[in-house]
């Protein structure tokens, strides 16, 4: 069964840093792209990052140069470290496998003073 | 790829037909998923590739649609299938969503 199970969510101060992470389970995060999927409290969902199987990267134009996605497979894991947290980067952080075929629970990031 | 999608909301009763329509601003060939989302869960793939029914989903879930105009429709409305729904494409990063349609019972 296909399984991930997100991390590493908090309260942070506008200007820090957090590091979230996601352990797959079920299949191996490096056979597919994976990436995160944002949504701010009562809003839609807005793609953040992606991480092809070769290595290359995708980011949305509000966190590229402040967003890094990366892959760990001797843990079968993705990262996605976060700079310069705004509040608008507020919202719960979704993993996802593939197009969208798997999603996991999220993990809440909120940026406030 | 900026998707737009209508209704924003939508009432109905149960056992209606419900249709909600999704359109691209360029061509995504059929790179389209349907998303359920309930409060406080995380979205649930319902349909890929604008008209592939995933596995486990009820048979009054369907989808269809290619290159920029899709419908998502609920042949007979269930009490349980009250939730917001989106579509997204994913034929060109950043794989964008559409706004939602937030669908609940008359």
């Known amino acids: 069964e296909v399984r991930l199970v997100e991390s590493g969510g908090n309260l942070v101060q506008p200007g820090g840093s957090l590091r979230l992470s996601c352990l797959g389970s079920?299949?191996?995060?490096?056979?597919?792209?994976m990436s995160w999927v944002r949504q701010a409290p009562g809003k839609g969902l807005e793609w953040v990052s992606l991480l092809y199987s070769r290595g290359n990267a995708h980011y949305h134009d509000s966190v590229r140069g402040r967003f890094t996605i990366s892959r760990d497979d001797s843990k079968n894991s993705i990262h996605l470290q976060m700079f310069g947290l705004r509040p608008e980067d507020t919202a719960m952080y979704y993993c996802?496998?593939?197009?969208?075929?798997?999603w996991g629970q999220g993990t809440q990031v909120t940026v406030s003073s | 790829i900026r998707m737009t999608q209508s209704p924003s909301s939508l009432s109905a009763a149960v056992g209606d037909r419900v249709t909600i329509t999704c359109q691209a601003s360029r061509d995504i060939k059929n790179y389209l998923n349907w998303y359920q989302q309930k409060p406080g869960k995380a979205p649930k793939l319902l349909i890929s590739?604008?008209?592939s029914l995933e596995a486990g989903v009820p048979s009054r879930f369907s989808g269809s649609g290619f290159g920029t105009d899709f419908t998502f429709t609920i042949a007979s409305l269930q009490p349980e299938d009250i939730a917001m729904y989106f579509c997204q494409q994913y034929d060109n990063v950043p794989f964008t969503f559409g706004p939602g349609t937030k669908l609940d019972v008359k």
């Open positions: 079920g299949f191996s995060v490096s056979d597919t792209y």
């Open positions: 590739e604008a008209s």
């Open positions: 996802v496998r593939h197009s969208g075929t798997h």
